[in-house]
Nanobody, 123 residues
Framework: QVRLQESGGGFVQTGGSMKLSCAAS???????MGWFRQAPGKEREFVAGITYRSSEPHYADSVKGRCTISRDITKNTVYLQMNRLKPEDTAVYYC?????????????????WGQGTQVTVSA
């Protein structure tokens, strides 16, 4: 049973930075990992994803240049560094994994999900 636990959410002012972490347990660390977010009244959307070897990070256009996804295989942990945050980045951020090597930008491509962590960016 794969378990994912996010941490690092909270409040930040516009233009600030925040780093989210996702600790995985019970699975194979070769799985591709992704970050998604869901704002109130909106569908869950892809933010970033990374393969096992961290050689192919993928980003949504809305965060490209502002976010960096990384992975520590030894700790089985994935990170999302977010910079120059905007109010529209406010959402619950979810970590997800899929038992495949490649990253896909869709929710149905992921089998395991964390409980989410709230990120609120004040104007």
């Amino acid at each position: 049973q794969v378990r994912l636990q996010e941490s690092g959410g909270g409040f930040v002012q516009t233009g600030g930075s925040m780093k989210l972490s996702c600790a995985a347990s019970g699975g194979d660390n070769t799985y591709a990992m992704g970050w998604f977010r869901q704002a109130p009244g909106k569908e869950r959307e892809f933010v970033a994803g990374i393969t096992y070897r961290s050689s192919e990070p993928h980003y949504a256009d809305s965060v490209k240049g502002r976010c960096t996804i990384s992975r520590d295989i030894t700790k089985n942990t994935v990170y999302l560094q977010m910079n120059r945050l905007k109010p529209e980045d406010t959402a619950v951020y979810y970590c997800a994994s899929r038992p495949y090597i490649n990253v896909v930008p869709t929710t149905h491509g992921y089998e395991y999900w964390g409980q989410g962590t709230q990120v609120t960016v004040s104007a």
